[in-house]
């Protein structure tokens, strides 16, 4: 069976195609940049993009599960391609579309499919333990971390257990037309992750915790545009249950318990040591 990976090179993307691969499924991978794809050599590398869906329509042939994003680009610009997507996959003969979605309201690419003869699944997952890769620099550097809402609660998610998630719905039948919350196994702080990531490098780490209007101002000197940070503000300083509250989906779908932060933490060590 052929699999297709829109936004291959992504955090979500790449360990799918990595799961994939393990599985011994035939990979096609999406990017608009082939040459930091870095596949194995099985995996077909396909340059294209999303926000031009006519670059990449040959590499729909054969293909019985598709996964997408629902943005197109660097700056999250949800997709106003949808439509033309839908259109190719049906008449390719796709089976079978997963969508990483990161809320909000829906788009072209998921009206689309909600109005489809497509097996469609949306995946809704919380906070990325990857997103903790921000402190990299600041820890190895100062052994500091300098954020706003060190005590937000969070169901944070490994990133594999995503992909995990996104390649059952793909391989197996059974889960068109169905949306998943997908969040990790524990409900944690910032705090308690930075905790964490000290006790795994073996290193002392300061916790800094800034106010809502450095936070914002830290967010605008690294480029954010303003509807992001009123979007970090919201996630961050009122996080809605479904942030904090653990769902059964990883459990249920791939039956086995999430992966705890601490493991994440092991995996990427090196990356927060001096």
């Keep these: 069976m052929t699999i297709l990976v829109a936004g291959a090179t992504g955090t979500v993307g790449r360990q799918l195609v990595k799961q994939l691969v393990q599985a011994e499924y035939v990979v096609r991978a999406l990017t608009r940049n082939p040459a930091k794809a870095n596949f194995p050599a099985q995996v077909e590398v396909i340059e294209g993009d999303l926000t031009r869906p006519a670059s990449w329509a040959a590499a729909l042939e054969g293909v019985v599960g598709l996964h997408l994003i629902n943005f197109g680009g660097d700056d999250y610009t949800p997709l106003q391609t949808g439509a033309e997507i839908v259109e190719m996959a049906t008449k390719a003969g796709v089976k079978r579309v997963t969508v990483l979605r990161g809320g909000g309201e829906y788009g072209t690419l998921e009206n ?73 196994g524990e409900v944690l702080t910032p705090a308690q992750m930075v ?24 967010w605008r000197e690294q480029g954010f545009p303003d509807e992001v940070i009123e979007f970090f503000v919201w996630a961050h300083g009122n996080t809605p249950p479904e942030g904090y509250t653990v769902a059964p989906t990883v459990q249920q779908l791939t039956g086995r318990p999430p992966r705890t932060f601490a493991q994440w933490a092991a995996e990427h060590a090196e990356v927060f040591r001096t």
């Excluded at 906070?127 to 500091?144: D, H, P, Q, T």
């Excluded at 905790?195 to 800034?210: A, C, K, P």
């Design 112 to 184: 689309a499919l909600t109005a489809s003869s497509l097996d469609w699944t949306f995946l809704h997952p919380v906070e990325f333990m990857s997103n903790m890769l921000e402190w990299k620099e600041s820890i190895r550097e100062a052994g500091m971390v300098k954020i706003p809402f060190v005590h937000r609660k969070t169901a944070i998610v490994h990133e594999a257990d995503i992909a995990a998630v996104a390649a059952t719905a793909l391989c197996e039948t059974g889960h068109g037309g169905k949306t998943y919350w997908i969040t990790g």
């Design 195 to 218: 905790q964490t990531i000290s006790s795994v490098i073996g290193r002392d780490i300061r916790l800094v915790e800034l106010s809502e209007a450095q936070a914002r101002e830290q």
